[in-house]
């Protein structure tokens, strides 16, 4: 398979916090006549909040045809894809590809930071449950200390101490 070259540093620009490219550029770089990506753009079975979101249609003086203005439209990289997606040819498949295995990419990060915080969570819910176990089993013999122990033992003392006791008559 021949492997087209993508040159995103053409393709796309920063405007702002938003990456963008334009219809002319799409156009250029699938080999398409404009007014065709211009009809694609306007057939998109998006919604017109997408729409408002993704697209915008401006205007560009062309010098070749009598300062007559030319339509484009500036995209953000989601009204790309969306727009890409419904392309077909080989530069279309590549694009679908890599945008494929981004997501695949992704999702297996996600799974992996799941399962990490999961095992963290299991293990300190772990070390919660034998830490409160100790202090409970711990209140539990302080308890029979104060009732019941310490109480029977001090009187034992107490009774021993007495026994030893020599007794003087006078």
């Not at 398979?1 to 993508?6: A, D, L, R």
């Not at 915080?117 to 919660?128: F, P, S, T, V």
């Not at 209140?139 to 109480?151: A, D, I, M, S, V």
């Not at 009187?155 to 026994?163: C, F, H, V």
Request: charged fraction near 25%; aromatic fraction near 10%.
């Amino acid at each position: 398979m021949n492997i087209i070259k993508f040159d995103f540093n053409e393709m796309v620009t920063l405007q702002g916090n938003q990456v963008m490219t334009t219809s002319l550029k799409v156009a250029e770089y699938f080999g398409k006549s404009h007014k065709n990506v211009l009809r694609a753009i306007k057939n998109l079975e998006c919604s017109d909040d997408f729409t408002k979101l993704n697209f915008e249609l401006c205007y560009e003086i062309n010098h070749l045809q009598n300062n007559k203005p030319q339509p484009f439209y500036k995209m953000t990289k989601d009204g790309f894809i969306f727009l890409v997606m419904g392309f077909t040819g080989k530069a279309a498949a590549q694009i679908k590809e890599a945008y494929i295995n981004a997501f695949n990419w992704m999702a297996e990060q996600l799974t992996k930071m799941q399962h990490s915080y999961m095992k963290q969570h299991n293990d300190l819910m772990l070390e919660y449950m034998k830490e409160k176990d100790v202090a409970s089993m711990s209140g539990r013999l302080l308890r029979r200390w104060g009732k019941e122990k310490k109480p029977e033992l001090t009187n034992r003392i107490q009774k021993l101490q007495e026994q030893s006791q020599i007794q003087l008559l006078i």
